[in-house]
């Protein structure tokens, strides 16, 4: 029992010394030359203790806390400071993380679809996540990011309002959440989606459509998803470079298109790197073929990467790279030196480097890492995922849509 007691004793002299020595190296600033003295004292006490007698350990150990309670007098709420430290790294910890090794980024466009989807509906007979619409909405949302968009016309009539500001009324939901309000037939009806998405997956006209809708006529039934949200690795393109197939982000900086900058439309790109500096490309015949840097042969691109593979696959929405009448590459292109060649997915639906050139190599961000909401069949690694064996259909494209 004695030793037990002794044991315990020992061990609160050598938690006084090891508090006195942190305490003096945490609070050095704020501390008066008082305070110091004062700690010193406590750290050296336990060393002029006797440590096999229990009265002169407890004398020591009531000393050093009156001494602490001198210097530092115990605060009614302490633990919130401690809390409000620990907070305080954590943030700190987590904005150099995103600022040097990992960024959150939110697909905006379709241009990468089907690898990577931004807002973009999906209709109810087209989806192939099974999980989706079988869980409550506020799930829907927080787990695949999709919301439902289901209408059906109540009572026959048009579009009411003088005007697109009137016709359509945009409000959001939670501060966050767009949706569209509209009125048909003296009934109001709001879907999700700013206005031009809505009018896009309804069968709504224009701003001015004197079309009459009958009740009981579906206009939508599906879900909108407010796309995929991925981190972008910002570090290993500085170690090892990058290479055709990538999926890279970049900044607009500098960049325009028939005069007007391109940070206009979004200061952050995402797009698939087809062309490294030197690189001659050219397309024929919706094929690209790449003549590297002092090679004299032009070569098909999928003879570069596997990644490229699916693109031209054929199937869920692929459908290789498209030549374009406002760039023609039939002749070829010469990437510039310090310069990369970027071109989307979705090569149909795609604002990329056969419009307005080059990224600079100092406009890079990094590459696509992971994709971390929604959960769908393309949660986790970047472009991991093979193509959803349905044809291509450029008529259409609804293969795009699926989730």
Partial sequence: MIFSKKHKLRKELKKLKIHARHTLIVDDDILSD????????????????????????????NECNRSYGKILPPSKHAWIREYLDVLAVAVAVAFGIRGLFLQPFKIPTSSMQPTLFGIHYIAKDGKVNPLLGKVSAPLDYILFSCERAKLKIKQTGTLEGDDAYNIFRQNSRYGIL??????????????????????????????????????????????????????????????????RGDIVVFNTEKIYYNGRA????????????????????????????????????????TNFSPKFEKIYSNKGGYHGHLNIAANDMSDGFTVPADSYFMMGDNSRNSLDSRYWGTVPRKNIVGKALFIFWPISRRWGLTDRAAPIQTTTDLGSLKSMHLQ
Avoid at 197 to 205: C, I, M, N
Wanted: proline share 4%; glycine share 8%; hydrophobic share 35%.
């Fill in 34 to 61: 008082k305070q110091k003295k004062l700690l010193l004292e406590i750290e050296k006490a336990p060393a002029n203790c006797d440590i096999n007698s229990i009265e002169a350990m407890q004398e020591t150990i």
């Fill in 178 to 243: 767009p949706y569209t309000s509209f009125t048909i037939g003296g009934v109001n009806y709001s879907l999700p989606g700013a206005a031009p998405k809505v009018l896009e997956y309804t069968s709504l006209g224009k701003a001015d459509d004197e079309s009459t809708y009958k009740t009981g006529q579906e206009l939508c039934n599906g879900w909108l998803s407010s796309g995929d949200h991925l981190f972008v690795d910002r570090f290993s393109h500085l170690l090892v470079g990058l290479n």
């Fill in 262 to 301: 391109l940070a206009k439309n979004g200061y952050y790109y995402i797009k698939r790197l087809i062309g490294l500096p030197g690189d001659t490309l050219k397309i024929m015949n919706n094929m690209l073929y790449v003549r590297p840097k002092e090679e004299t042969e032009f070569k098909k691109i």
